[in-house]
């Protein structure tokens, strides 16, 4: 699907495979690695990326976002954004998702890329719903970029079948498809 001349692509694969120039890694506030796709981002990329984590931030806000460079991964460079813990939508979890994507491809436009791979934020082990997080997730990404045009493809990496599914959804409610 084509937003204003951004390319985006839903997929379902790994997303430390991907050749974009950023890779956005769903991390924790204290950038410390885990499990799931931050701690898979990790083992790919390398140590090198902790190692910068730690000597620039000192953790990372819920909703924001920060940059290192991408060890050994094909990318450039990892944006980690902070996704909330779902807390029954009775948190502000929309907005501070919302806020975790716009702050990503500010990042991301921040460094000169053109390319941008996302998983579906806070829908691990923070429990986000896939279908509610696929709708705010793409609108961020649709209103981003119909107002910045340096971005010529992002990509969607979803981890299953069903998540794939939730997105496509989530892409045709909201017209995208």
């Not at 701690?39 to 990329?45: C, D, E, F, L």
């Not at 979803?158 to 498809?177: I, K, V």
């Given at each position: 699907m084509r937003i204003g001349k951004t390319?985006?692509?839903?997929?379902?694969?790994?997303?430390t495979d991907q050749e974009v120039d950023v890779i956005v890694n769903a991390a924790n506030a204290g950038l410390l690695g885990g499990g799931g796709v931050d701690?898979?981002?990790?083992?790919?990329?390398g140590s090198s990326i902790m190692e910068e984590c730690k000597n620039k931030y000192r953790g990372c806000p819920t909703g924001q976002a920060v940059i290192t460079g991408a060890g050994n991964l094909k990318a450039k460079w990892v944006v980690h954004a902070v996704g909330p813990r779902w807390?029954?939508?009775?948190?502000?979890?929309?907005?501070?998702?919302?806020?975790?994507?716009?702050n990503?491809?500010?990042?991301?436009?921040?460094?000169?890329?053109?390319?941008?791979?996302?998983?579906?934020?806070?829908?691990?082990?923070?429990?986000?719903?896939?279908?509610?997080?696929?709708?705010?997730a793409l609108s961020?990404?649709?209103?981003?970029?119909?107002?910045n045009i340096e971005f010529e493809e992002i990509h969607f990496?979803?981890?299953?079948?069903?998540?794939?599914?939730?997105?496509?959804?989530?892409?045709?409610?909201?017209?995208?498809?």
């Open positions: 390319e985006v692509v839903l997929l379902q694969g790994d997303i701690g898979a981002i990790h083992r790919v990329g807390n029954n939508g009775l948190s502000g979890e929309e907005d501070l998702l919302r806020s975790a994507y716009v990503s491809l500010q990042k991301a436009k921040e460094a000169g890329a053109k390319s941008v791979a996302f998983p579906s934020i806070s829908t691990g082990v923070y429990g986000y719903p896939v279908n509610k997080a696929a709708v705010v961020a990404i649709r209103d981003f970029v119909q107002n990496v979803l981890f299953s079948e069903q998540d794939l599914r939730a997105y496509q959804s989530a892409a045709q409610s909201l017209g995208l498809m």
